[in-house]
């Protein structure tokens, strides 16, 4: 049978209360001894005194005869004899009830009783009798008679039972006080072992269980803590075996995952590292014969341009641009390639530099658009500078190039919280509809083909915050401008998770 902790503790606790009651019971049942014992002694010390009251009627009877005759029969002598003759029969029916429980001295009362009732009945009654009638016969009489003698054997009876009586006392209060002892001693013996008894319990309670339990409990701390290798005893065949096997057989799987996710991760990165190494290979690749083509394009304007006809021209223009833009392609492809390799280098960058940097390298777009660029107070941040400065440019000058009419308006501010820096950067622009706001972080995702562009700038933002830990989404209605936020590493604090993006916002980092 499996030995479980519900059955291991029902047997103990059953042992501890069958000791306990048995122990309660033997109590209860010595001190009703030690009672009866008292109340049997205390029943013979009365039946001791109802005795002597029985002797002393006895006496008087004795003497009231005795008074009588040597008075000469005169009736006032007379008066103890009749006193005790109405008195005894009630005061040996006493001593009877009295002495009930001893058979021996049951038998002595009802023989007193009986002796006393012959005394009265065979020899005081024809004594009086004679008294009255002749006087001096009777005289003579009582002196040689046999009264004395049948007073002396009744109170010989008197001390057998007396003597009976008293070693019954002596018996009976040996009893209770040994008795009493004994339920002392049970009562100490019963307290010892249940002191014991819930000692052992208590050893036993902390060898067998929590012991095993703090090791599970250690085990689930290493493993919370990252360590999966952690495994507990599990060999015992009770609720606390059941409760490692499943602690183990989850670490094991946790591990098991957490191996499977590492190759994955690393698979995903080789293959990552393959794609970004390709991607720059062959846009480096293509640097080559773009330059040949472009060259050649060019000679040929040079040389040709007005020279042939109108359309012509027009396909000279056309190669021209065409080389033109994917001259900025190849350009953009490998800015994206390089984003994504290589560490992120740590360091401390402030905002406000940061942001008069981008102002610099933008100055000529500003002025040639009458643009605006303002910015609320910068906190510091941490990251790449090259990096988290090509994401602020790319964005405000998104927001310079992405408006229709009149002068466009940037305004970059910033907002700290747990650890983390949120930027805006809020322009006066065409605005995104939701429907695209959601795609436009992927590489070459472009919404019309007013604006020039390639679809590389926001997929490069989307990379770089993605390797400083933090997100980037837009909030935009289509004529009211838009609003980018992306979240950094603060430059000092504790951090916990990036705060989060808005429900209804995409969140693609
Ligand atoms: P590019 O600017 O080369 O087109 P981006 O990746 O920077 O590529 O942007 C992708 C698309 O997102 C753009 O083509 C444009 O439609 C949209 N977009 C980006 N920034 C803004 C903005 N500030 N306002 C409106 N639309 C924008």
């Known amino acids: 049978m499996k030995r479980s902790i519900t059955t291991r503790m029902l047997v103990v606790s059953g042992v501890l209360v069958l000791t306990s009651v048995a122990v309660f019971a033997l109590l209860v049942h010595a001190s009703v001894e030690q009672r009866s014992s008292a109340r049997l002694a205390f029943r013979s ?21 005795r008074g009588f005759v040597a008075s000469g029969g005169r009736n006032t002598f007379l008066q103890p004899w009749t006193q005790a003759r109405r ?18 001295q049951m038998r002595l009362a009802a023989d007193i009783k009986s002796s006393i009732d012959d005394y009265v009945n065979l020899y005081s009654l024809p004594m009086i009798a004679l008294a009255r009638e002749r006087p001096d016969v009777a005289k003579s009489v009582i002196v040689n008679g046999t009264g004395k003698d049948r007073v002396a054997g009744i109170r010989s009876q008197f001390t057998r039972l007396f003597g009976a009586e008293r070693s019954l006392v002596t018996a009976r209060e040996t009893r209770a006080e040994s008795r009493s002892r004994t339920a002392i001693t049970l009562g100490i013996t019963g307290l010892a ?12 309670l902390a060898r067998s269980i929590v012991r095993p339990v703090r090791r599970v409990a250690a085990g689930a701390e290493r493993v919370a803590g990252g360590d999966l290798s952690a495994r507990v005893p599990d060999a015992r065949a009770d609720e606390l075996g059941d409760l490692g096997r499943a602690f183990n057989t989850m670490a094991a799987s946790l591990e098991e995952s957490r191996d499977e996710i590492d190759r994955r991760t690393q698979e995903l990165e080789r293959s990552n590292r393959e794609l970004a190494q390709y991607a720059a290979v062959t846009s480096h690749d293509l640097k080559e ?11 040929f304007e040079r040389r040709y341009k007005g020279r042939l006809d109108p359309q012509a021209d027009q396909y000279i223009d056309s190669i021209i641009s065409g080389t033109e833009h994917m001259r900025t392609l190849i350009r ?12 992120v280098r740590r360091e401390t960058v402030d905002g406000e530099l940061l942001f008069q940097k981008v102002l610099d390298n ?9 643009a605006e660029v303002t910015r609320d107070s910068l906190p510091a941040v941490e990251g790449d500078p090259n990096q988290l400065g090509q994401l602020l440019q790319n964005l405000v000058s998104n927001g310079l190039k992405f408006n229709a009419e ?19 950067v809020a322009d006066n622009g065409i605005g995104i509809d939701e429907e695209h706001a959601h795609k436009i972080f992927e590489p070459f995702a472009r919404v019309g083909e007013r604006y020039e562009g390639t679809g590389i700038g926001l997929a490069i933002c989307h990379k770089i915050v993605e390797r400083h830990g933090g997100r980037i989404w837009v909030e935009s209605r289509p004529g009211s401008g838009s609003t980018f936020m992306f979240t950094v590493p603060a430059a000092s604090g504790r951090r916990s998770a990036p705060p989060a993006a808005p429900e209804k916002a995409p969140t693609p980092a």
């Open 45 to 65: 010390q009365e039946a001791i005194a109802s005795g002597n009251k029985l002797e002393k009627l006895v006496i008087d009877l004795e003497t009231g005869v």
């Open 87 to 104: 008195q005894y029969p009630t005061e040996a029916a006493t001593l009877a009830r009295l002495v009930r429980d001893h058979p021996d």
């Open 193 to 204: 072992f249940a002191i014991v008894a819930v000692i052992l319990l208590g050893l036993y």
């Open 289 to 299: 014969p773009l330059q040949t083509v472009s060259l050649f394009a060019q000679l």
């Open 332 to 343: 953009d492809l490998l800015e994206y390639s390089r984003v994504g390799r290589g560490e």
């Open 362 to 370: 933008l100055d000529a777009s500003i002025s040639e658009r009458c």
């Open 406 to 424: 009149g002068a466009p308006r940037v305004h970059v501010s910033a907002t700290s919280e747990k650890g983390f820096v949120l930027f805006s």
